[in-house]
């Protein structure tokens, strides 16, 4: 063990009330012991910045409590260098849980404190204030986009992404989302459409704000929102399922809760999937709590980052929006949590610090004492389980807000519907005879489609007709995809990009195009209807946050007709005017490697068939597939999520999956191929050598190559463990930590707890 050795002048014997335990931020695993200096003795408070000697020199630390370990043996302690700050940057609630994150998946803490901490208090320096709790925002002046900036694109764009985002936000956000907005902003001012707003946050900016509460809830929403209104009150952990159907207004219960919460003055933590894809929802809570909410977004500068930190560990900001790693945000007395959307694969960080926010909530609910809160239309099988076994407690919404219908569901067979051939000129059509007609009905309506295909680029695959072999990266073990805009292929996985090849690599024969991806469907929809206005949305199209937010504005605002996108299309929108949802492959996710494949296809179908029917009119939609049979796609048709995870659930009880066993992935990436088999060999025999018996239940599948073998050049390996809890697995996770420094340097070896991918 690598535990703290100092070399130091010895010291007189020490008692235990005089020792530190640190954390220090450095990438060693384990907490440190160190000398607390008489001058020290009453200034320390757990969660405190300190600058500690480590190795030859000195170190940023976090004090975290008193040692009560007494040190044996006469180890020499160093001391503590210097208090870097009064007050502690980490309340105390988050030391538990950044320690448990630490130990659960496997990564140094004070590594794990400096990732959770804004850089302005993630280095040895003194503390520093952020500005004072003033804030510059910027206001609307008008609620929509008036006629005058017809021909002033960037102003629009501007005013659209603050109207979208509640009237009102912090300047910084405004420039961070859209560059040189600060210009256009000052003509906009000039022009009396914005005005500056300068606020101190203590005193809360409610005033002047669009309420937009509903008068009414729904009975389901009432009573769900009576529940999480009890549980807040009654006080200590609580977790909650809130299953509620798309539609069925989940937000508004979110909200209420929050504003119950803050009126109990007590804290609430609100996790969402992804802030950029979602700005109406963060607009909801803007408008609804003003500077009571602090929204924490991967985009934020050092020192707004620095700025929303301090306001809520000092308790002037009470409520923080983020995405996954404001699961960390100091809120204090925290008394609510909630992660909507819980089922979303973004909750899970897959590099560095290997985290699922969604499982460290429900964690952090418990060691403050909190009510957590899970909603989602497709719970997570984890979830679902931790309901029927009673940890959680249910809460169901059935209904769409005023019982507006749920969108009806019809299947597109396309073994027997094959789309009429030779219309579109390149390549076989996709889009189906019912599909087109459909679409033409509906945008003669004046009524919005969405067009969903989880593939982006044109063909995804070029298979020479002469010898069979497809097109493949150098470097990846994937194929090429075909960017017609671009004029190139494109590796998805390393990114490198070539011009089209006319021919075979190998053997010259002529390339068909197979495959197809969001690009091939946006060209047949637009030969097939010129009419329409269409747009494509994906990481192609929305290549910044500005160009993303101005396209679902656009189409919010009905100036198209027709959108296509990936997954992206399939997130919390809510757009009245979409009564067609076009699902035009749904087999796509199916043969993923992947025990989550199932539930993540009836999950995106699910999720984009809710974007249907969401205002007065109702919706319909249509899925074409070449499996009808597969159970997801059956379940999503007849509206049956508990038929799906029952027989899901089934199933991974049958093959012990979670949930019904923890898993580790051990994965490997390495120069040298042979070398990297060399070290996965080694380290699945380590495991086999101290593998308890098999009663314990802990399986080894593996060592295997990695369903893609290689990627940027890399080969990969990995090995899975199973075990009926994470208790089995941990002894053998340390096993195989402890076993890394032997590891070579050309191979590199991450332990992922609770994976999520394959
Ligand atoms: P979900 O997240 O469950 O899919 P949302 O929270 O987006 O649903 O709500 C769907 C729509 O219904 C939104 O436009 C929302 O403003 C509206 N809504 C929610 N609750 C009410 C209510 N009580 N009265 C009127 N409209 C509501
Ligand atoms: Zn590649």
């Not at 960037?154 to 910084?172: E, F, K, M």
């Not at 909650?240 to 209420?256: F, I, M």
């Not at 897959?350 to 909603?375: S, W």
């Not at 192609?540 to 504005?553: H, I, M, P, Y």
Request: with cysteine; aromatic share 6%.
């Amino acid at each position: 063990q690598r535990e703290h050795t100092a070399t130091v002048r010895p010291v007189v014997s020490a008692t235990p009330a005089q020792l530190a335990s640190v954390a220090v931020g450095r990438p060693v695993r384990g907490e440190f012991t160190y000398l607390v200096p008489e001058a020290l003795g009453d200034k320390l408070a757990p969660g405190q910045r300190v600058l500690v000697p480590f190795g030859r020199g000195m170190a940023l630390g976090f004090y975290l409590g008193p040692a009560n370990a007494p040190v044996e043996g006469g180890v020499r302690l160093k001391p503590i260098q210097r208090v870097l700050e009064d007050s502690p940057s980490l309340p105390k609630d988050l030391i538990a849980l950044l320690r448990f994150t630490a130990e659960h998946y496997r990564y140094p803490l004070g590594e794990v404190i400096r990732g959770a901490l804004p850089p302005g208090l993630s280095t040895a320096v003194d503390e520093k204030e952020a500005k004072p709790d003033i804030q510059f925002f910027v206001e609307a002046l008008v609620t929509e986009v008036p006629p005058q900036l017809a021909r002033a694109p960037a102003q629009a764009a501007v005013l659209q992404y603050l109207l979208a985002v509640g009237g009102r936000a912090p300047l910084d956000e405004v420039t961070h989302a859209i560059p040189g907005a600060r210009e256009t902003l000052k003509k906009l001012a000039t022009r009396k459409f914005v005005k500056w707003v300068e606020v101190t946050l203590q005193a809360g900016v409610r005033e002047g704000l669009v309420q937009n509460r509903p008068d009414r809830l729904t009975p389901e929403q009432a009573l769900a929102v009576k529940e999480l209104q009890g549980a807040v009150d009654a006080g200590g952990f609580q977790p909650y399922l809130l299953h509620g159907v798309t539609g069925s207004g989940k937000t508004e219960v979110y909200l209420r809760a929050v504003e119950h919460t803050l009126a109990r003055g007590l804290g609430s933590l609100v996790l969402v999937p992804e802030i950029a894809l979602t700005p109406q929802l963060v607009g909801r809570f803007r408008s609804r709590f003003g500077g009571d909410v602090a929204v924490l977004h991967s985009g934020l500068k050092d020192r707004e980052r620095l700025f929303h930190w301090q306001a809520l560990r000092k308790g002037t900001v009470k409520i923080a929006v983020g995405v996954r790693s404001a699961v960390f945000a100091p809120v204090e007395h925290l008394g609510l949590i909630v992660v909507d959307e819980e089922h979303d694969p973004s909750f899970k960080q897959d590099e560095k610090l290997r985290y699922q926010a969604r499982d460290l909530a429900v964690v952090r609910g418990k060691q403050a004492g909190a009510v957590v809160v899970l909603g989602s239309a497709t719970p997570s099988l984890e979830t679902l389980q931790n309901t029927r076994s009673g940890r959680y407690k249910l809460v169901e919404l059935k209904n769409r807000v005023d019982d507006r219908p749920m969108p009806t569901i019809n299947l597109v067979d396309l073994r027997v519907e094959r789309p009429r051939e030779g219309q579109v000129t390149e390549e076989a059509p996709i889009l189906s005879p019912q599909m087109l007609q459909a679409m033409e009905e509906t945008v003669a309506k004046g009524q919005q489609v969405i067009l969903f295909l989880n593939r982006r680029g044109h063909s995804t695959i070029l298979l020479c007709e002469v010898c069979g072999l497809s097109l493949k990266c150098h470097d990846c073990d994937v194929c090429m995809t075909h960017h017609r805009s671009q004029n190139r292929v494109v590796c998805h996985y390393c990114g490198v990009a070539f011009p089209v090849p006319d021919r075979c690599r190998e053997c010259t024969g002529p390339l068909l195009k197979l495959g197809i991806g969001t690009e091939r469907v946006e060209a047949e929809v637009l030969e097939r209807m010129p009419h329409a206005r269409v747009a494509r949305l994906d990481r192609d199209s929305a290549t910044s946050a500005e160009k993303l937010t101005e396209l679902l504005a656009s189409f919010a605002r009905r100036e198209l007709d027709v959108l296509v996108g990936t997954q992206m299309v399939a997130k919390g929108h809510d757009f009245p005017g979409v009564t067609l949802v076009c699902v035009v492959m749904a087999d796509t996710s199916l043969a993923i490697p992947d025990f989550r494949a199932a539930e993540r296809t009836f999950h995106l179908l699910t999720q984009v068939a809710g974007r249907a029917g969401r205002g007065k009119d109702p919706g319909r939609v249509l899925v074409q597939t070449y499996n009808p049979d597969a159970e997801p796609v059956k379940r999503v048709l007849a509206h049956d999520f508990d038929g799906f995870s029952k027989q899901e659930l089934e199933w991974r009880k049958a093959l012990a999956y979670p949930p019904f066993a923890r898993m580790a992935a051990v994965r490997l990436e390495g120069e040298h191929p042979e070398q990297t088999a060399g070290v996965a060999r080694f380290l699945g025999n380590l495991v086999g050598r101290h593998m308890p018996p098999a009663s314990a239940g802990v399986r080894l599948l593996g060592p295997a190559l990695a369903p893609i073998a290689r990627i940027r050049g890399k080969t990969r390996w990995q090995l899975l463990l199973k075990a009926p809890t994470h208790a089995a697995l941990a002894p053998l996770l340390a096993r195989l930590e402890a076993a890394l420094p032997d590891v070579p340097n050309g191979v590199k070896v991450v332990i992922d707890v609770d994976p999520g991918a394959m």
